[in-house]
């Protein structure tokens, strides 16, 4: 391609609207344009990393024996409600955009496709004979996600490649998901990328696996927590350890003490002269049911350690039966706000105590016939205790009064120990890992391309997509799901390689892997021998562009070292010797080799990437 026939315009400065480098290198060397929040237009050199990156997707997807196929995108309620996700997808914080048809009909766009793939499985798969199946698709998803950001990292319009497995059973499906793992792990290696498979969290509909891969970028917006030894990473939101043992507490007596001005644990501590590790802490969080039951939840916990919401999101999923609901839709720390909605005084925020008692929340009201007892607020807290705070003995915590706390209390005695034990602590960088007591966690940031999930029977079970086996029984489908973000993949690659100039492209998702600049197009010399190079070149398959713009060397060479192109080729002075300049942008390192040699060198170097 020519550049002077492209559509091609590049920023000198920074664009307003981008915070991240990848972000803003994208924008200014015109590979993307915002057209709205979280919506881009893929501009040709942007279009053609799609197509290489989705391309190196398919052969590793073909090579693990998935079939590619293309579902809808605009998707009908009616699937959405068998699966039970309808509401939790479309209302409140739910991510899917939904719309009514001329005919009345509710729609949606797909955020994601187990409702339609469960559906086709339903009425094509018949027999263990046709079994195991895995089938996938590329192709653009809709989220209405809360904070679009970061440009292609979190769109709400953005390619995915999506992977649906159907097996008899779980053994099967577990080979299916390590086929999955190593095609991905594959994926991003020929994408050129330094990336980690971490443990992650499958939310509460299964105990069984499921992990991210996490491109590794200061940018990244999850946190992974890792040992040396490389035995174990996982992300932050799964993550377990052991926690740093508990000091001895320095209180020998129950008694309760004034403590002015020590709403936090660090106040309280400095004031007392007690380690956090002898404190019970507790906190208050509000949770919401899918029926709109509001549940508020007092969490205790050691006061050096602090709450995972995911786990603690987890563990009140397990809990939805007994306030008639399935899912929890939100989990906040309430504001003050939220409080005066069920508050019936104010609350000793900072020194609450874990028997905090029940008639701080309003009773209910008198309720006329036929009213829904779901939307109401559940009368009572419900109470868990983390593991971190069940053997701790004379431990200080609030007092249910502004400005005091008690000391030297014990469960048992002074308070009564929650019957619900649970893990809800967030492990840290410095905790002791569990598998070697030797290893401590180190963390790092990563940006998760890619997430492979066991999902077991909730879908084929709720949809009724079953086969029937050797036995003649008939059993529900065991479905695995596997997900690459193919336009966030594109994007991470810019922010782990990248320099003040511009883009490094690595050669396997490069838009194009050379580039002939003429420096002045006045000098027939040197277009003739860029013209030559530029036919050749591609003509032995090595996909080049060439700058015949009629523009100053200078802002030539900018141009291509902001575009990222791997090898850059400059017919300029070395002519007069039957030589051309040769740039390789990753390090700059120039040379000068002959016309004839040009072509040889650059399919050794495209070979080896
Ligand atoms: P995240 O936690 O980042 O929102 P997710 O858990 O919602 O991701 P999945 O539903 O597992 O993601 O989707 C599969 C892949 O699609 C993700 O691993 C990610 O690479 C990509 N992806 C998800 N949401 C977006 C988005 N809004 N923009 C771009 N890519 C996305
Ligand atoms: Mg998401």
């Known amino acids: 391609m020519r550049l002077s026939q ?3 315009v590049t920023l000198r400065e920074d664009p307003a609207e981008a915070e991240i480098p990848s ?3 994208l924008l200014r060397a015109g590979y993307i344009r915002r057209i709205a929040p979280g919506g881009f237009a893929y501009l040709p050199f942007m279009w053609r990393v799609l197509q290489k990156v989705s391309q190196i997707v398919r052969e590793e997807m073909n090579a693990a024996g998935a079939q590619e196929l293309l579902l809808p995108q605009l998707q009908p309620a009616e699937l959405w409600k068998e699966s039970g996700r309808w509401d939790t997808y479309t209302k409140a914080e739910g991510i899917m955009f939904s719309l009514i048809d001329r005919q009345d009909r509710e729609m949606g766009l797909g955020p994601t496709h187990e409702e339609v793939i469960t559906t086709i ?9 046709q079994l195991p199946l895995n089938l996938y698709q590329i192709q653009t998803k809709f989220r209405d996600e809360i904070r679009p950001r970061f440009g292609l990292m979190r769109g709400r319009e953005f390619i995915m490649k999506d992977a649906y497995s159907f097996d008899a059973d779980e053994a099967g499906l577990k080979q299916t998901y390590q086929k999955m793992h190593q095609a991905y792990t594959n994926i991003l290696q020929r994408s050129g990328l330094k990336f980690r498979a971490v443990d992650a969290d499958s939310g509460a509909i299964g105990g069984s696996g499921s992990q991210e891969f996490m491109v590794l970028a200061e940018a990244g917006e ?3 927590l890792y040992t040396d030894d490389g035995k174990y990473a996982a992300n932050v939101e799964k993550a377990i350890s052991s926690p740093p043992a508990a000091e001895a507490s320095p209180f020998k007596k129950y008694e309760k003490r004034e403590t002015p001005g020590t709403d936090t644990i660090e106040k309280m501590c400095a004031f007392l002269k007690c380690s956090p590790t002898a404190v019970v802490k ?5 949770a919401v ?4 039951r509001v549940v508020l939840v007092l969490v205790s916990i050691r006061g050096d350690q602090d709450v995972n919401e995911v786990k603690l999101q987890n563990e009140l999923t397990k809990l939805a039966d007994q306030y008639g609901g399935n899912t929890v839709i939100a989990l906040t720390v309430p504001d003050e706000a939220a409080q005066q909605k069920w508050a019936a005084k104010p609350l000793p925020l900072g020194y609450m105590a874990p028997d905090l008692a029940d008639d701080y929340i309003k009773p209910a009201k008198p309720q006329p016939v036929g009213y829904k007892a779901a939307e ?6 419900l109470r868990l205790v983390d593991q971190t705070a069940v053997d701790l003995k004379n431990f200080a915590t609030g007092a249910d009064e502004a400005g005091y706390h008690v000391v030297g209390a014990n469960w048992g005695a002074e308070f009564q120990l929650p019957k619900l034990v649970v893990d809800v602590r967030k492990a840290k960088a410095g905790d002791r890992a569990l598998h070697d007591s030797t290893q401590t966690l180190k963390t790092a940031r990563g940006i998760e391309i890619g997430h492979i999930f066991q999902l077991g029977t909730k879908y084929s079970k709720a949809m009724g997509a079953t086969y029937t086996n050797e036995q003649g029984e008939e059993i529900p489908l065991v479905m695995g799901c596997y997900g690459v973000g193919v336009s966030r993949l594109a994007q991470a690659a810019v922010e782990q390689s990248y320099d003040k100039d511009g883009i490094i492209w690595p050669v396997a998702i490069a838009p194009y892997q050379a580039i002939v600049v003429i420096p002045d197009i006045a000098k027939p010399d040197q277009v003739e021998a860029g013209e030559k190079l530029y036919t050749e070149l591609n003509q032995a398959g090595i996909e080049t562009l060439l700058d015949d713009r009629n523009e100053r060397a200078g802002v030539k060479f900018k141009d291509a070292d902001l575009i990222g192109i791997p090898y850059r080729i400059v017919t300029g002075k070395a002519l007069k010797d039957g030589k051309v300049e040769v740039v390789k942008r990753a390090t700059k390192g120039s040379q000068e080799i002959p016309l004839e040699k040009v072509v040889p060198t650059l399919k050794e170097w495209v070979k080896e990437g």
């Open 121 to 129: 499985a339903r009425d094509m798969i018949r027999s263990y004979r």
């Open 289 to 292: 049911y899918d029926n709109g």
């Open 282 to 286: 507790n906190v208050l969080y509000q």
């Open 222 to 224: 999850d946190e992974i």
């Open 376 to 381: 109401t607020i559940a009368p009572k807290f």
């Open 6 to 8: 492209m559509l091609f």
């Open 23 to 25: 972000h803003k290198l």
